[in-house]
Structures are given as C-alpha cells and as structure tokens.
C-alpha cells in the first residue's frame, strides 16, 4: 500500500506544496479544511481529482484544530503513517489584534493533534510521524545571529508566543511518551502562493498592478526589518526529509543570507523597471507593537543530517512571484479594460463541493 499522510493547512501555501511532493513521491494524501460559505481550494485545485474516482489520492476532510473528537475521527479514518500540521492563524501582525484566537489555534490546536495521534498510535499499535511547524519568530529579537537549533527563544508576537509553546508541547510528546515528532524551525519562506496580506506578495502583487496603471500607491510599515527568505518548494522537502530519519529531532530550516523589505522593494521594482519611492508610503498601521528586527538561519544541521539545501536564491525568489503576479495583473486589466469584474467569479471547487455533498466519498480508510 502507498503511504498516507495527513496535512492540517493543505489548503495554504505550505500545503499546497507539500500536498503536491508527497503525490510525487506515490503518497496518498488527505487534508483537512475548515468549513465556510466560501471556497479556499485554489492551491491545491489542479492536484484533485473526483473523490469517486477509485484511483484518487488527494481526499479532503472537514475538521478543526479546536474539535479535539474531530480530529480523532479524521486521524481513524485516514490511518496515516505522516502527519504534517501546517495549520495555524498564521499572520504575525494580525495576532496581536487576535490574540487568544493565535494561542487557541496554535497552542492548544497543536496539543490537540499531538494527543489524538498518541492515542492512534496507542490504539492501533502502528507508528505515526508528526512534523510541527515552528517559525524562526520564536527567537524573535535574540541577540545570536545566525539562529541555530540551539539559539535561546525570544518571542515578540502572541504569534511567536503560541509556536514557541507548541513547540515545546512537541518535544514533550516525544520525550513522555515516545512519539516520533519533529519541530521544523522555518525561516521564512515565499512564493507566487503565498497571501496577499504577507509583506512579500503585497509588494509583488502591488508592483505588478502599477506597472499595468491598476494601482498606484503601496502602504507598508517597518522598511528596515531583515528576514532570511527563501522558497516554500524547496522547505517543504525538509519538511518531508525530516519524517525520515531514523530519530525524531529539531532542525532549523533556512538558507543563512538575511535582506531587508528595502531590499526586496529594490528587486521587485527594479525588475519592473520602476522606482518604489515613487509608489510607497510608510503607514504606521503595519507596523507591530514589538518588531523583530533581525532573523537569519544557521542550518548547518539540516544540511548534515538531511542533505538539504534551498535552490532558489533570493533573486530568483522575487523574479519568480514579480512573473507570477505580472500575468495576474495582466489578466486584471484585460477583464477591466472588457467592463468585466476580475473578482469572484461565482464558480464552485471541485475539490470542495465533492466532500461538501458526499464526505464519506473523501474518506479512504
């Protein structure tokens, strides 16, 4: 039998990139995905295919980190041998507006999944691996610089708070009771998938729409804030990399070079051939209550033990999302220049209509 795995926040970036390495690599794959009145399977659309066809290996799953028996359920039903919990409130500025609900998703939705997959394992007598997204905000403004595995902690978010607690909760669960789990310490990581409300794609995105007379100014907040970027593609292969190994353990993932949003403003706009100071202004609403001004990555241990390293190079990162968001922007304009809406389109998702009408068809136990 191919292997299963299980992701929490398949329908995000991360998600989606992964989802589409473990299909790859002969995995059969489940997901889970929140229920609302409004789709959010665009990434992972064309990974789907019909939950009746028999040879289907992406099935999706209604649940919530905070349904504690629902996630008993899914984790029955799919029997997996990996399960990746990517799933979180997500947006470091937005958690200090919502900081209880940061915690809840993070904190205890994290112990949630640790405890149904300890009691699966327990009840089944079979192994499960577990990989924790952690975050490089957990060591927030510490003064080491690179970070490594062993870099003290010093969060700066309700955000970074909530990880740094999961990710303790993650070491306990392996030490106590002998789960295989894995802290992934990612540094962070872009691409043309990534949301609209992260710094990186707000620029893409803006830039692309003003090259094309679409929009002409971008509000940003701290220009000064240095970050080690890469390509979500190439970290979800750790991800995947750590589950493999013999041991469980913690590993940071990043690709050690540190840039600022001044600088990732020069690549885009330059590429595009404009000046960013001409469109940009600085709006004290983004910036946070307490900044994190430098994170950049030692992975010299993932680079020993898993054989991993990032292929894309920051210049090529930003090219790579300045292309994806151009044809975008070229698609807007041409709806907007026919008088046509170039929003929502009224179209359902396959992908979710298909558990919306019949979940048990979703279930490959």
Known sequence: MNKRALIT??????????????LAKGYDVHGIIRRSSTFGTQRIEHLYTDAHDPNARLRLHYGDLLDASGLRHVIS??????VYNLGAQSHVRTSFDQPTYTAETIAIGTLNLLEAVRDYRDSMGREVRLY??????????????????????????????????????????????????????????????????FVTRKITRAATRIKKGLQKRLYLGN??????????????EAMWSM???????????????????????????EYLDLDWRDHVEID????????????????????????????????????????????????????TEAGLSAGWNGESSNAEMAIDNSRSVSIDA
């Open 284 to 335: 004290g609403r983004y910036f946070r209550p307490t900044e994190v001004n430098v994170l950049c990555g030692d992975a010299s241990k993932a680079r020993h033990l898993l054989g991993w390293q990032p292929r894309v190079s920051f210049r090529e990162l930003v090219r790579m999302m300045v292309d994806s968001d151009m044809a975008m922007a070229e698609r807007e304009r041409t709806l």
């Open 132 to 197: 924790q997204a952690s975050s490089s905000e957990m060591f927030g403004n510490a003064r080491e610089v690179p970070q490594s595995e062993s870099t003290r902690f010093y969060p700066r978010s309700p955000y970074a708070c909530a990880k740094v607690h999961a990710f303790y909760q993650t070491v306990n669960h392996r030490e106590a009771y002998k789960l295989f789990a894995c802290n992934g310490i990612l540094f962070n990581h872009e691409s043309p998938r990534r949301g609209e409300t």
């Open 9 to 22: 926040g398949i329908t995000g970036q991360d998600g989606s990139y992964l989802c589409e390495l473990l």
């Open 223 to 236: 220009l000064d804030a240095r970050r080690d970027w890469g390509f979500a593609g190439d970290y979800v």
């Open 243 to 269: 589950l493999q190994q013999p041991e469980p353990d913690d590993y940071v993932i990043a690709g050690g070079e540190s840039h600022s949003v001044r600088e990732f403003l020069d690549g885009t706009f």
């Open 77 to 82: 039903a799919c029997q997996p041998d990996e």
